[in-house]
């Protein structure tokens, strides 16, 4: 177990150092900087321009500014947005709890839409039941999540004469208020994960249900519930972790969109602004704490295939 | 009313350069009173750009500006009808070689930290702007200023190295504004202006969270008595324009301003909603490279021009809610501008427009790209029927979209190639020429033209500060701007705002920033 762990962990820190070093290289790649962004059209003096070079540190090489932001980080200082002078640990904090907002509350709705509809599909293969869960499969997974979320935007505001409000309020501040704000991104991307869940769900079901040990508990008269929802259904268990893990990953994905469509002041927007006004450090930050939390989602994954299957605990 | 217009100008500048004081006329401010107005309420505008930080002294990016004029002041107001009113000055008196200027401050005013503002603060405020070290975009402005004293508690004198006719209009709300002595001396300065303000307007912040709200709420110790009317103004970030028409329809905003017109369209029927157009001091244009490809030819220059159909370009891109121009933003036209059919190469002629081509020697046209800029939504329809123009005359365009970051990066370098641009000014003539088109050092010229008649024009313009003299200049200037066409001015925007009738008094300003809301109030 110790060798395992510190196997996973010898990972990933160097998967962390890698994707830190290629951000870190990638967005310098990238013309302009904030420089740029902060003189516009303005006059030819090259003074400033050096200054404020001088002043972000621009103008030293480019291994001593990566060596300077690792060595900080390794001391937990992400330093400071350059716009904003807010440590950039703050700043992915605060925007982490937003998306991570919208990331469970999806995920537990999906969930519990998508898993219930995947395994009635499944039970059910082959009737106009299956053939129902299947087109709304086929709609959620076609669908952009984007086109999605404006349609219910648009839809809400057409049909109820309501639209969300616009200036997040976390839920314990007003609790009423944020549910106000979430609901229409949290649908938006409920949708497509749902049918994605309901998808996977069926066809493992499906796969599952033709193994010769349901076949055999059958004919030994188990009652078909027992067989489903005992045997198959604990069966597939380790894939939907496994996938699980695999929306999570996509949620957090298609929280940018949905964030920079809903404005919401999540991980998302805050990469993307940080992007579009060459904020370095926000940049560097956000993305090393979204590596971060990919890596410790595939950990607790690894973990609870050990808790679900006795075979692998050995 | 272009005449009476000028006249109020000449009025003013004849005043400035007679060496008598200018007073303030406080109820000229920040628009017109409505008597009817009353105090108190909290409204919501909807906005599709947010600053990037509230540091008055850096960016001139329009997302920072249109709100900090709320909260921090210059010393003078960018009237726009062209006329520089004192704001936190009272009075100024100009020297007779027009090389010193002197200010008289207002009396009574108060930062927003309760210290009241003094002469040393006006000093401080604008040595630190013009000090390029210390990065603000307007520094090259002020470089006419060699030193500012402050005699004493309420006279500021500005001494200048030659005569500087736009110096008033530069000392408004655009760059940099007057904070207190000593501010910058703390290290974290300039990043604190995102959590407290410390400007003399008659907003303070309250409340600045990126990605989402900013909460400007009520000066209670606002030198202007009785302003402002509206007691809490909260800027909500918006995702899209379909986000705003939403909003609006819904009561969550009460104010949109609108980027691209045709957006509104869809406003005009919803109850409770008023969409109005504004002039503005905005351009779009297609800037030429003089250095790049088949660009450096005067006469592919002016055959481009002339194939240019500004009234179709203005039609597809933002659906005709705008003005084609000559050479003048159309806010400017009626006190600066050259009447378009006094300007060369303005009318659609693809048979003169050939005829140039194949006097460069591309009779069989070439290709080129045409940059535009990912988020400028009106460059995109542009774009497409540019192309089409310009493939009457055998040029092929193929366009290319880049980031801002990428595009500004470009423009500084001074490597822009073909391009789209979208500016705009305060409203004088050297401010929105001098710049751009003056050969280096002293302005940028981003599009390599080195013209050194242009040069000297701009120079003249600037120092000269006769008003029909000045006026002589600049219409010189922009002949010679249409004749060599180096930037292709195609046609202002106007501003569309859409708001609550609950609104009530709100001007947009030609800027297209939110001073409106300084006199604006709300109805039960």
Do not use: C
Not at chain 2, 412 to 422: I, K, L
Not at chain 2, 442 to 447: K, N, S
């Amino acid at each position: 177990m110790f060798r395992f762990l510190a196997t996973r962990l010898a990972s990933a820190a160097v998967a962390a150092l890698l994707s830190s070093l290629a951000v870190f290289l990638l967005m310098r790649a990238v013309p302009g900087d904030i420089v740029g962004q902060m003189l516009g059209q303005s006059g030819n003096d090259r003074t400033a321009e050096a200054a404020l070079r001088g002043f972000f540190g621009l103008d030293r090489p480019l291994w001593a500014q990566f060596g300077d932001w690792l060595a900080n980080t390794f001391t937990g200082n992400l330093g400071r947005s350059w716009y904003q002078g807010r440590p950039v640990a703050t700043l992915v904090w605060d925007a982490f709890l937003v998306t991570a907002e919208i990331a469970v509350a999806t995920l537990v709705i999906a969930t519990l839409i998508g898993v219930p509809l995947g395994v009635l599909a499944g039970i059910r293969e082959g009737t106009r039941t299956d053939a129902a869960i299947q087109a709304f499969n086929l709609l959620g997974l076609s669908a952009p999540v984007f086109w999605i979320g404006l349609m219910l935007m648009v839809g809400a505001s057409a049909l109820l004469e309501w639209s969300p409000p616009f200036a997040y309020m976390p839920p314990t501040v007003d609790l009423a208020e944020n549910i106000n704000i979430i609901i229409l991104p949290v649908l938006s991307l409920s949708l497509l994960q749902a049918a994605a869940y309901s998808h996977f769900v069926r066809d493992t079901m499906v796969t599952e249900l033709r193994r010769e040990y349901v076949r055999a508990a059958i004919a030994k008269g188990l009652a078909p519930r027992q067989v489903y929802f005992k045997h198959a259904l604990r069966n597939i268990l380790i894939p939907l972790v496994t996938f699980i893990g695999l929306i999570l990953i996509q949620i957090l994905g298609g929280a940018v969109v949905i964030e920079s469509l809903f404005s919401l002041p999540g991980l998302g927007r805050l990469i993307l602004s940080g992007i579009q006004g060459r904020d370095y450090p926000v940049v560097q930050g956000a993305l090393l704490f979204v590596v971060l939390i990919a890596i410790v989602v595939n950990f607790a994954i690894d973990l609870l295939y050990g808790l679900i299957d006795p075979r692998l605990r050995s | 009313m272009p005449g009476s217009r000028l006249r109020l100008i000449a009025g003013l500048l004849a005043t400035l350069a007679a060496a008598a004081p200018a007073l303030a006329d406080d109820s000229l401010i920040y628009g017109k009173t409505d008597p009817a107005a009353k105090a108190g309420g909290k409204i919501t505008v909807g906005s599709l750009i947010e600053p990037p930080s509230l540091d008055p002294f850096l960016q001139g990016a329009d997302a920072r500006i249109r709100v900090s004029g709320l909260m921090y002041q210059g010393l003078f107001f960018e009237d726009q009808a062209g006329i520089p009113r004192p704001l936190l000055a009272a009075s100024v008196t100009v020297a007779p070689d027009a090389k010193t200027y002197t200010f008289k401050l207002r009396e009574g005013v108060k930062f927003h930290t309760g210290q009241a503002m003094s002469s040393a603060d006006v000093k401080y405020s604008y040595d630190w702007m013009r000090d390029s070290k210390n990065g603000s975009p307007g520094a090259g402005d002020l470089s006419s200023v060699t030193s500012i004293d402050a005699p004493d508690a309420t006279t500021v004198v500005f001494n200048l190295s030659r005569p500087n006719a736009a110096l008033p209009m530069t000392l408004t709300n655009k760059y940099g504004a007057v904070v207190p002595n000593g501010y910058f001396a703390a290290a974290d300065a300039g990043t604190k202006f995102n959590e407290v303000s410390v400007g003399t307007g008659p907003y303070k912040l309250k409340v600045f969270r990126p990605n989402s709200v900013l909460v400007l709420e009520r000066n209670k110790d606002y030198w202007q008595k009785g302003l402002p009317y509206i007691d809490e103004v909260t800027f909500a970030t918006m995702p899209n324009s379909a986000a705003v028409v939403v909003a609006l329809q819904n009561r969550r905003i009460d104010l949109a301003l609108f980027s691209r017109p045709q957006d509104a369209e869809q406003l005009k029927t919803a109850p409770g909603v008023e969409v109005k157009r504004w002039p503005s001091l905005n351009q779009k244009t297609i800037d030429l490279d003089v250095k790049y490809a088949q660009l450096k030819d005067v006469r592919v220059r002016q055959a481009i021009a002339l194939a240019v159909d500004k009234e179709a370009v203005l039609k597809a891109s933002i659906a005709g809610y705008g003005t084609v121009i000559g050479t003048m933003v159309i806010g400017m036209q009626d006190s600066w501008g050259v009447p378009i059919a006094q300007l060369a190469n303005q009318k659609v002629d693809i048979a003169k427009a050939k005829a140039l081509l194949a006097e460069a020697g591309l009779a069989d046209g070439f290709d080129i790209d045409l940059t535009t800029i990912i988020g400028y939504d009106w460059m995109d329809a542009g774009a497409v029927t540019i192309a089409e123009q310009l493939k009457q005359i055998g040029i092929r365009v193929n366009i290319k979209k880049i980031d801002l970051g990428v595009w500004i990066r470009n423009f500084r370098a001074r490597e822009m190639g073909f391009t789209f641009n979208d500016w705009g000014t305060t409203p004088d003539p050297s401010l929105l020429f001098y710049r751009h088109f003056r050969a280096a050092p002293q302005g940028a010229d981003f599009r390599n033209w080195n013209n050194a008649k242009a040069s000297e024009l701009l120079d003249r313009g600037q120092e000269e500060t006769d008003p029909v003299k000045r006026k002589a200049i600049y219409t010189e200037f922009q002949k010679l701007l249409a004749e060599d066409p180096v930037s292709i001015m195609m046609f202002s925007a106007d501003l569309i705002t859409g708001q609550r009738d609950r609104l009530k008094n709100y001007d947009q300003h030609a800027t297209g920033w939110y001073f409106g809301l300084i006199k604006a109030w709300l109805a039960n």
